[in-house]
Every structure is written in C-alpha cells, then in structure tokens.
C-alpha cells in the first residue's frame, strides 16, 4: 500500500501505457527485474514484467457469480486477475501499519527501486511467444486446481 514509483510531469491526457514506456525507458528510476511481474490492465501490453488479461473474455468481477462461473482457462485467469487488482486498487487489504511503522520500515530498508548490479532487469515492453505462454501455461494450471478441487 505505498508508492513505488511516481512520474510527474506527463500533461494533459496519456495513454498508461506510453507513460509506462518512459518509465521503463530511464535509467536508473523504475525497475522490474526479470522474473518479477506487475498485474496491468488490458491497456497495457502482456508482456516481460507485466501481466495482462485475456483479451475478448470476461473480465469484470459483477461478469461472474455463482450461477455463472468460468469454463476456460482464460476466463478463471481473468477473473483471478480481475480479483488481484481489485483488491490492489481499492487497498483493501489487511495488516495496516502506522504512520510510525511505515517510517521505521522504510527506514530500515533500501531504496524500493535498488537492484543488484548484476541483476537482469526488464528494459522494453512488448508482446514475446515466451510470455504468452507463461501466460496461457499459467491460466491452465489455476483453471486445473481450482476445477480438481470443485470437482470433490
């Protein structure tokens, strides 16, 4: 529940993911390394670094209920997607901290963008065959676990 990261400086309207390619692009400011990733919406390319949904399937959390539940592997991805960043958006999670605490833990760490020098980072965004199938290989074994254990 704290900031990362924070480019001012961007006037008018811009599309998310043009900011995000600036972002990426500078030196020394926001960092993903390699085999970390942040949930991004369907604006944003899925690509190294950044997960996003499945393109022409339900997506919404008010598109499932228990009358209607997910028969494919993108639509459980994308409904577990849907739940993740909901819950990331709206920081409705637990184990809030004080003001203090935030400030002795920020204290006690490194700068939150620091990185090993010899750690590989993400430099570009742009769709690979490799992430799709991290993806797609990803959807199927959630879709499968959570189908076993319904199946009980």
């Known amino acids: 529940m704290q900031f990362i990261y924070v480019l001012p400086g961007w006037e008018g309207s811009a599309a998310d993911s ?86 002795e833990d920020e204290s006690e760490r490194e700068h939150p963008n620091s990185v090993d020098e010899d750690e590989e980072l993400v430099t570009t965004i742009e769709p690979s065959n490799e992430w799709t199938t991290f993806r797609q290989n990803l959807a199927v074994n959630m879709f499968n676990t959570w189908r076993a254990r319904h199946a009980r």
């Open 18 to 103: 043009r900011v995000l390619r600036d972002a990426i692009s500078r030196r020394n400011d926001f960092v993903v390394p390699r085999g970390s990733y942040y949930l991004v919406d369907a604006g944003y390319t899925n690509g190294d670094g950044f997960l996003a949904p499945f393109r022409g399937q339900r997506y919404h959390l008010n598109d499932w209920s228990e009358r209607y539940q997910p028969t494919t592997a993108e639509e459980f991805f994308n409904m577990r997607h849907a739940s993740a960043r909901n819950i990331i958006e709206r920081q409705e999670m637990g184990g809030y901290q004080s003001d203090e605490e935030i400030l």
